[in-house]
């Protein structure tokens, strides 16, 4: 089982839909949730940190997080072309020691006009 | 503010020479990250630093790979005898080592490609 999963997509919505993208996690003691979007091409970009069960809204944007359900996911309301990208669900655990992220391979998401 | 600055932007190297990678986090982090990210692949991490702490090299895949970070900013990620699979993006992470968020913000990574 991977540490995080996320479905490789991709997801398709049309242009001011609501995409929701989803990530599930393995390890219980995880901390710290986070959203990178990615374009082709370009290095990861953060969009929304999230550490308390619950939502957080950012704009267009909100972050969802269950840790019960392990999973953590994100909105993406009135979706625009410009949204189309691939995007990494991070998880961090702070009390192993281990300073880096685990990543999830990413959503691709396709809004189409 | 100036955000992670990475070079070269890309690299072409022929196996079995050495490469070296620069990075330059953003100012006032004191954590900083390598990550290699293969075509098609998700985010390997390679190796951490923060501050004057021994680095977390547990990421390394082999003693071909060396990193170093100087007076607690620059980093230089080194790959000796190159092989075709060390081809990838590496990507360098900085954040501030604060509470909970380790917020990281990546650079615009390097890209290797190994002949």
């Known amino acids: 089982q991977k540490e995080v999963e996320q479905n490789s997509g991709p997801l398709s919505v049309p242009e001011g839909a609501i995409a929701s993208l989803n990530c599930t996690y393995s390890?219980?003691?995880?901390?710290?949730f986070f959203w990178y979007r990615q374009y082709s091409g370009k290095s990861p970009e953060l969009i929304m940190s999230?550490?308390?069960?619950g939502d957080k809204e950012d704009g267009r944007f909100t972050a969802q997080l269950n840790k019960a359900s392990q999973y953590v996911s994100l909105l993406i309301r009135d979706s625009q072309p410009s949204d189309s990208a691939t995007y990494l669900c991070a998880v961090y655990r702070r009390d192993t020691g281990r300073r880096a992220l685990t990543f999830g391979s990413g959503t691709r998401l396709q809004v189409q006009p | 503010g100036a955000g992670v600055s990475q070079s070269p932007s890309n690299k072409v190297t022929e196996k079995g020479k050495d490469v070296e990678l620069r990075c330059d986090p953003i100012s006032g982090h004191t954590a900083l990250y390598w990550y290699r990210q293969s075509l098609g692949q998700g985010l390997e991490f390679l190796i951490y630093?923060?501050?004057?702490?021994?680095?977390?090299k547990s990421g390394l895949p082999s003693d071909r790979f060396s990193a170093e970070r100087t007076g607690g900013s620059v980093s230089t990620l080194t790959i000796q005898r190159t092989q075709q699979e060390d081809s990838a993006v590496y990507l360098c992470?900085?954040?501030?080592?604060?509470?909970?968020?380790?917020?990281?913000?990546f650079g615009p990574g390097t890209r290797l490609t190994v002949t």
């Open positions: 992470a900085s954040s501030l080592a604060l509470g909970q968020g380790y917020e990281q913000y």
């Open positions: 630093f923060q501050g004057n702490s021994a680095p977390d």
């Open positions: 390890d219980r003691g995880s901390q710290s």
């Open positions: 999230i550490y308390s069960n």
